[in-house]
């Protein structure tokens, strides 16, 4: 499963390499969304997958029972989440904003900071 | 603000003004208790730890050099800031000049009494910083700002490379603290970064000093108001320098290369900057040459290194600070009284302003080297210094020569011409009269202590030079005697030679100048134009640079990131080989249930259709469909929190979104069509990296070392059952204060940027929307 | 927004439930899923949801406080939770537990546990129920 979750993530990396190549800023942001969860799978399969093994401690043991899944990647991840989550929703308050002010979402018609120089 | 300034001004001779100049007499009287400890050749240290892990420590080392200079900066300090109350005091931007000026000061002293290294260049940077802002305190001239911004750069510059030297020393020598490293002269000298080394500290030393081929900035920097020149640029900021060369001396001295840098670059300063300043009608400028000439001949003799010329540099450099600050301070009385400074329209001023040109009188005098002025002897032991030293005896001889004959005249400038002869010839914007008590009593006292040091010779000698030589030369059992006048010998003769000459310049100072000035007309290479040239220079590259790296296009510069990405990546797995693995393709799909590859199909389909579909539902929907996905293989991969989270997370952005959308337009692929072929391609290498790196982790081992200790600590050390949320809320909660605190970072500046700009980009805007 | 008559009866009802169980949540992360992220999430979604069928407006009412201030609020609860710890000369954000009426003999029995941790996670709670809302109210109301 981990080799099919790695080819998985590379598609996925992939669509969001491409949709963020795009001018128009909100698929960027699409892209943005996916290359986050795309990193966060990283992570998490980095740690190794295991199925049907949370890691916590049932009641009376001192440590979990056999083996369980990676917590330490969980961790991280889920902090990941919420960030990301942070990310995506400054970014769309952005291009939302943007596109009010300037009433365009095509980012080379954005040229308010860096003016282009002679004509062209 | 700058209205209300200008309808009530306010005058500031009262609180502040007294409070800066108490401040640097109180640390005046502070300092003299170590003259006795340190004038029986004690040092006095003293330490707080500021980051010691990194060996930055916060202390103090007092002995003859640092308490010499210390009493200087705030004796000096004291006259100036006294001298300000009157000078500046009914400027608007009076109370930011003491500002300033007191930074400088605590810069200045904590330079001078650092232990440490990194203390000492920390302080160092507080001096250029201050310097700067003093030079370009008349903010709304542009030469002004020019001077100042060119002192940044150069002085600036210089610090970057002493900092560099600084720590090169500190590792070669073990420690940061001076007191240790001056101890292991003979260690360093012999280490293979010692030419390193040297030539790092020299680019700091002779940058700060204004030593040639940097000395163009000083006499820029007389744009400063008068106090300052007469303060930073003669007595203390330039003279930083000047006390860094002296206190590696022990370390980094007594070697061929320290010896033909500084007597090279120390004399050919002096020489040059002593012409220069006879040129000169500004009698300001006169002084800042003669202070450049000054900071010429200290660099000379502690290159020279001889006991002789360490005791020559430290009679000098005391005797130099006595009366150039006085000189300045004189000249800034006429200029304030007068209105000018222009050495050939002031005449005859003795009879209207008789204190002040008592100051300047007695400043001259020892300036112009006539006993029994303290100035006398300091030009005595110079030549016999000179004179005394085997190598390059006639270069340093005749530079000191060159120098002093052309001071004498200088003196004749700055003082005898403008105070003497008849008030009549004068043509001043003003009708001269006496200045106030507090700015001519600045040059009178230092003029009593030139005179007074000159007189008991053995004071000056016990109380500041012994121990300066000591501590210069790194030896204490050598006997330092200074004394005015024993017997008739070259030195003395040399002396009178340089009267006699001087006299007859000084008759003929006027044609000469005139003739000096052809002679520099006719010289093609100019520094100061030279500088502009450089600044051009550097600002039309960097122009260039940021056209090529800038393009303003956000497209170009994702892709240049993920071209990046990828070249770095491949390379890197190419040149480690980490492509060697082998996949175990039959395990791989061993238990793999349909669960498994629905959510496979479903992740892989969804990023693929929001890559290439033209509706943003299609693409929002998509998304969604990725999101869930991925929180599935979060449950079946035994993580329930991190699933919840994603689950709720995918449901708020599918809001957010939803929200966003009804205000904005459609997608429109059409534009972006021709480069697609291009886009597909990059993302296609990336992905297929990421693909190939992932692979080549999940081969190698996993190292479980910090999820075995969380998994056992959990319980027994945090009481917690959820191993995740203990990590998160307890074993590495610092970390999760960070994200939090990212958090409502990112909610704010969303918020922010939502309500802020609500009603508009102008002002204009904004009013109506109010409406 | 609109008014779906069903939608507006069943918010009220809905959020007070979503509130309700994303404290049940929070309380029992440490030992169980949940935890202040998952809870604050839970909670925020329930007023998310109010927001949608009843306006912001209404939503601001309803909270009575503004949701930036109760995220800067949660930031300094979870500061103070760290500082705690050096009152007792121990490490910023080393965990303080007390064990309200617990047996001493009985390793096991830990009676109410009341700790610096959780007061931690209430903080984080939130952080991330400010934050939401903050955002979610002020996009709500540009549109």
């Keep these: ?120 | 603000m700058a209205k209300s300034s200008a309808e009530v001004p306010r005058v500031y001779g009262g609180p502040a003004g007294w409070i800066s100049v108490a401040i640097p007499a109180a640390i005046f009287v502070w300092m003299l208790q170590y003259v006795g400890p340190v004038s029986a050749g004690n040092t006095v240290l003293l330490a707080l730890d500021w980051v010691p892990s990194m060996d930055i420590r916060l202390s103090v080392l007092i002995d003859g050099l640092s308490l010499t200079f210390a009493l200087l900066i705030s004796g000096i300090g004291a006259l100036v800031t006294l001298y300000s109350t009157k000078y500046l005091g009914t400027h608007p931007e009076y109370p930011r000049f003491v500002l300033f000026l007191m930074m400088f000061m605590v810069g200045m002293l904590g330079l001078v009494l650092s232990d440490n290294l990194i203390a000492l260049f920390v302080f160092w940077e507080i001096t250029t910083i201050s310097s700067y802002l003093l030079i370009g305190f008349s903010s709304d001239e542009a030469k002004s700002r020019r001077s100042a911004l060119q002192a940044l750069l150069v002085t600036g510059t210089g610090g970057l490379a002493l900092l560099a030297g600084m720590i090169l020393l500190g590792n070669v020598a073990g420690s940061f603290e001076l007191s240790v490293i001056l101890q292991q002269g003979d260690m360093i000298r012999a280490h293979p970064l010692y030419v390193p080394i040297v030539i790092l500290f020299l680019a700091g030393a002779f940058t700060k000093s204004a030593q040639f081929p940097f000395h163009f900035w000083l006499p820029n920097a007389m744009a400063a108001p008068t106090p300052v020149s007469a303060y930073l640029h003669s007595a203390t900021m330039v003279k930083a320098g000047v006390y860094l060369m002296a206190r590696v001396n022990p370390a980094l001295g007594d070697s061929e290369l320290w010896f033909w840098t500084l007597v090279i670059a120390g004399g050919f300063t002096t020489v040059f900057a002593s012409i220069l300043a006879v040129r000169q009608t500004d009698i300001k400028q006169v002084l800042a040459y003669t202070t450049l000439m000054a900071l010429g001949a200290l660099t000379l003799f502690i290159g020279t290194g001889s006991p002789d010329a360490i005791k020559g540099m430290m009679a000098f450099l005391v005797v130099h600070s006595l009366y150039k600050a006085a000189l300045f301070l004189m000249i800034g009385i006429v200029d304030h009284e007068t209105g000018t400074r222009e050495a050939d329209r002031l005449r005859g001023l003795g009879r209207k302003m008789p204190l002040t040109f008592l100051g300047g009188a007695l400043a001259a005098i020892s300036m112009a080297g006539i006993p029994p002025f303290v100035g006398f002897i300091g030009k005595e032991f110079l030549y016999k210094a000179g004179l005394g030293h085997e190598q390059a005896t006639i270069w340093i001889t005749g530079t000191i020569f060159a120098a002093s004959v052309l001071m004498f005249v200088a003196a004749g400038i700055a003082v005898l011409r403008p105070f003497t002869g008849k008030l009549a010839d004068a043509d001043t914007p003003q009708t001269p009269h006496e200045g106030p008590w507090a700015m001519w009593i600045g040059p009178i006292i230092l003029g009593v202590f030139s005179l007074g040091f000159g007189l008991f010779p053995d004071t000056v000698e016990a109380w500041l030079v012994a121990p300066g030589t000591w501590a210069v030369y790194g030896d204490y059992d050598y006997t330092v005697d200074l004394y005015l006048f024993r017997e008739v010998n070259a030195a003395f003769l040399l002396s009178l030679a340089t009267f006699a000459t001087g006299a007859l310049l000084y008759t003929v100072h006027r044609p000469m100048r005139a003739w000096l000035g052809r002679v520099m007309e006719a010289n093609p290479i100019k520094f100061d134009p030279g500088w502009d040239r450089v600044l051009d220079g550097l600002k039309a590259l960097a122009a260039w640079q940021t056209g090529i790296l800038q393009s303003g296009v956000l497209q170009r510069y994702i892709f240049t990131i993920f071209a990046t990405l990828a070249i770095g990546v491949g390379a890197t797995m190419y040149l480690k080989d980490v492509l060697n693995f082998r996949v175990d393709w039959a395990g791989e799909f061993d238990g793999l249930l349909f669960k498994h590859w629905a959510v496979l199909v479903f992740i892989t389909a969804g990023a693929i259709l929001t890559a290439i579909t033209q509706s943003r539902m299609t693409a929002i929907a998509a998304l969604g469909v990725v999101g869930i996905g991925v929180a599935l293989i979060f449950i079946m991969f035994s993580a329930p929190d991190v699933a919840i989270t994603q689950l709720l997370v995918e449901t708020l952005v599918v809001v957010l979104v939803a929200v966003a959308m009804l205000k904005l337009p459609h997608l429109g692929l059409a534009k972006d069509r021709k480069r697609r072929p291009l886009h597909a391609a990059l993302a296609g290498v990336v992905g297929v990296l990421v693909t190939l790196v992932m692979v080549a982790v999940l081969q190698g081992d996993i190292d479980r070392r910090i999820t075995d200790y969380f998994e056992v600590a959990s319980w027994p050390e945090a009481y917690g059952r959820n191993i995740v949320n203990v990590i998160l809320v307890d074993f590495r909660a610092i970390d999760t204060f960070g994200e939090i605190a990212v958090v409502v970072i990112a909610a704010l500046s969303a918020y922010a940027l939502l309500r802020g700009t609500r009603y508009g980009n102008t002002d204009d805007e904004i009013e109506e929307g109010r409406k | 927004m609109n008014n779906s008559i069903i939608l507006v009866a069943a918010t009220r009802l809905l959020t007070s439930l979503l509130l309700l169980f994303s404290i049940f949540m929070l309380l029992r992360g440490h030992n169980l899923p949940g935890g202040g992220f998952i809870g604050g999430l839970i909670g925020a979604t329930g007023f998310v949801l109010y927001a949608i069928a009843q306006g912001a407006e209404a939503t601001r009412r309803t909270l009575r406080y503004e949701p930036q201030n109760i995220a800067m609020v949660g930031l300094g609860i979870a500061l103070a939770a760290g500082v705690f710890a050096a009152f007792f000369g121990e490490a910023f954000f080393t965990g303080q537990w007390w064990f309200a009426g617990a047996d001493p003999a009985d390793p096991d029995d830990k009676g109410l546990p009341i700790s610096s941790v959780l007061v931690f996670d209430i903080g984080v709670y939130l952080v991330v129920f400010g934050s939401i809302l903050t955002l979610v109210l002020a996009l709500e109301e540009e549109v």
């Design chain 1, 1 to 120: 499963m981990e080799i099919l979750v790695a080819i998985m993530v590379g598609v996925l990396v992939a669509a969001s390499v491409y949709l963020m190549l795009a001018r128009n800023v909100l698929r960027f942001l699409f892209g943005l969304i996916l290359i986050s969860n795309a990193a966060n799978l990283i992570i998490f399969a980095s740690g190794r997958l295991t199925a049907e093994a949370p890691p916590l401690i049932p009641e009376g043991a001192d440590a979990p029972l056999g083996t369980v899944a990676n917590a330490l990647p969980q961790a991280l991840v889920l902090t990941a989440i919420v960030i990301g989550f942070g990310l995506f929703a400054f970014a769309l308050t952005l291009v939302y904003r943007t596109y009010q002010n300037l009433g365009t979402l095509n980012s080379d018609e954005m040229r308010l900071a860096e003016p282009e120089e002679g004509g062209k």
